[in-house]
């Protein structure tokens, strides 16, 4: 690999140079072949907005801070659900079982009908929990903070609770996993 020496001040830091693709090292197809290696969780974000069930699909969803209590995720700026959640301020995420692959396609679409046919029921704060998920977290926005295409979401947790406890539904490589089945 070609290494290439690179000004920074007055030190030097040597830095690998990847092979040119004409994209540059870090185009979106690598970003998400060498990042797809990560595993991650696959949960649904949801609010009610004007008596009407929203929600989408997010991989990044984190426990942030125990004290005070604090989750995350990150949203694409390109999101037509998110800013219509954002705006009621309060909003209940669902942690998708194994055999729900389904509804988290399904809830990766943009302006289509996603809570149609879907068994949900209210978390404390009266936004949806998706029936047969693992776990639930009732949240209200604390921040939204730009990180390049997408938005960090900061939310204090109001309550939470385990729905199913069961086996969570995995995104690696593009595809969808279990717990055993990470090495496809
Ligand atoms: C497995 C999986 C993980 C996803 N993770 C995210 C994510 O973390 N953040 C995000 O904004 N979109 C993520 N998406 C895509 C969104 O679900 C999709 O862009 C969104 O639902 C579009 O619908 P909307 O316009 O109604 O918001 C993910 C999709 C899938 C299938």
Request: hydrophobic residues 40%.
């Amino acid at each position: 690999m070609n290494q290439q020496p690179v000004a920074t001040g007055s030190a030097r830091v040597v830095r690998p140079v990847q092979a040119s693709t004409g994209d540059g090292p870090v185009s979106g197809d690598r970003f998400r072949a060498v990042l797809g290696h990560v595993p991650t969780s696959v949960a649904i974000v949801a609010g009610v907005v004007a008596n009407t069930a929203r929600g989408l699909s997010v991989g990044t969803f984190v426990p942030v801070s125990l004290s005070p209590p604090l989750v995350g995720f990150f949203v694409d700026r390109a999101s037509t659900s998110w800013p219509a959640i954002a705006r009621q301020g309060k909003f209940a995420v669902s942690v998708l079982g194994a055999g729900q692959a389904e509804l988290s396609r399904r809830f990766a679409v943009s302006q289509t009908d996603k809570f149609a046919g879907v068994a949900w029921h209210e978390s404390p704060s009266g936004h949806p929990v998706i029936e047969g998920s693992v776990a639930w977290v009732d949240c209200e926005l604390e921040s939204e903070t730009q990180a390049g295409d997408h938005v960090f979401v900061l939310a204090q947790v109001l309550d939470l609770g385990v729905e199913t406890g069961g086996t969570p539904l995995l995104h690696h490589r593009g595809g969808y996993r279990k717990a055993h089945d990470l090495d496809p």
